[in-house]
């Protein structure tokens, strides 16, 4: 498959995992837990497809440590995403979390040299002002940000950075293993920062299908992507056409879960954030 068709598809299953995390951080459970708990079982996903790869794997120390490196900035921005959707609607908070494609963009343009096209300063305009509109319009024109909204926006930051990671160490190993390494290692760091007790791991929760429903998709939209990275695809261009999701997303939080508070916002700020996408994706 093309990186465009991987991409696009990556957009689709990160739409359905916000969805289902959406609904499980609503159940009173500690929100690192959860993380870490989904993490790890997406690992446990990856490690059934194994025996039908050929796997590739790197031992050299600069690797290793970045691996290392990949956890820390995974656990922080994971941290911070599950953190921001219990208090806030999805149809808004997933505008925030988007602007990780224009960090993503504009690392891979300044650390990994990939071309920067002249159109790029107005798309990264329109995505600021996309994720903007919520405070402006409930501030009464201060831009002053909630903080689940600083929360989403330093996870999509820390998200952009391992996006740029993900690219730089996909080439080490093959695209299953290094899925399976990312979530392993990034549910592992979340359970270590929460000090989790395998009591409250018994939760029924944590083995229902919401969990799992979470985890495959993790697991999923993560094989995707470095797929697409594999394929060719560019960091920032990979992760600008998985922003699909934000498509589909606004309009279930509006019609599904009747989130229709500020809706006339919602569909500026739906326009700007894919008018941003579309003039950085054309930059390049």
Not at 121 to 127: K, N, P, Q, Y
Request: proline share 4%; charged share 10%; with cysteine.
């Amino acid at each position: 498959m093309s990186p465009f068709a991987l991409a696009l598809a990556a957009g689709l299953t990160s739409a359905l995992n916000v969805f289902a995390s959406k609904l499980l951080v609503g159940k009173g459970l500690r929100l690192l837990v959860v993380g870490g708990w989904v993490h790890l079982l997406g690992s446990l996903v990856c490690c059934l497809g194994l025996p039908f790869v050929e796997v590739r794997l790197s031992l050299e120390p600069l690797v290793l440590l970045s691996l290392l490196g990949m956890m820390a900035v995974y656990t922080l921005g994971n941290a911070l995403y599950f953190s921001a959707p219990a208090s806030t609607p999805l149809s808004e908070i997933d505008f925030f979390l988007r602007t990780s494609s224009l960090w993503t963009f504009l690392g891979g343009a300044l650390l990994l040299l990939e071309p920067l096209g002249p159109k790029s300063l107005v798309g990264a305009a329109l995505i600021l002002a996309s994720a903007s509109v919520f405070s402006l319009w409930q501030q009464s024109g201060a831009l002053r940000f909630t903080g689940p909204q600083l929360l989403a926006l330093g996870g999509a930051l820390a998200f952009g950075a391992g996006n740029l990671v993900d690219k730089t160490l996909s080439p080490h190993f093959d695209a299953l293993s290094y899925t399976l390494l990312n979530q392993l290692l990034t549910g592992l760091g979340m359970l270590g920062a929460a000090r989790v007790s395998f009591r409250e791991l018994r939760s029924p929760q944590f083995w229902g299908r919401g969990a799992g429903l979470v985890a495959l998709t993790f697991a999923l939209t993560q094989l995707l992507l470095i797929l697409a990275y594999q394929a060719g695809g560019g960091a920032g261009q990979v992760i600008l056409l998985a922003q699909a999701r934000l498509i589909i997303l606004v309009p279930v939080g509006v019609f599904v879960l009747g989130e229709r508070e500020r809706l006339g916002c919602k569909v500026l700020a739906s326009v700007l954030m894919i008018m941003g996408i579309l003039v950085l994706y054309g930059s390049r």
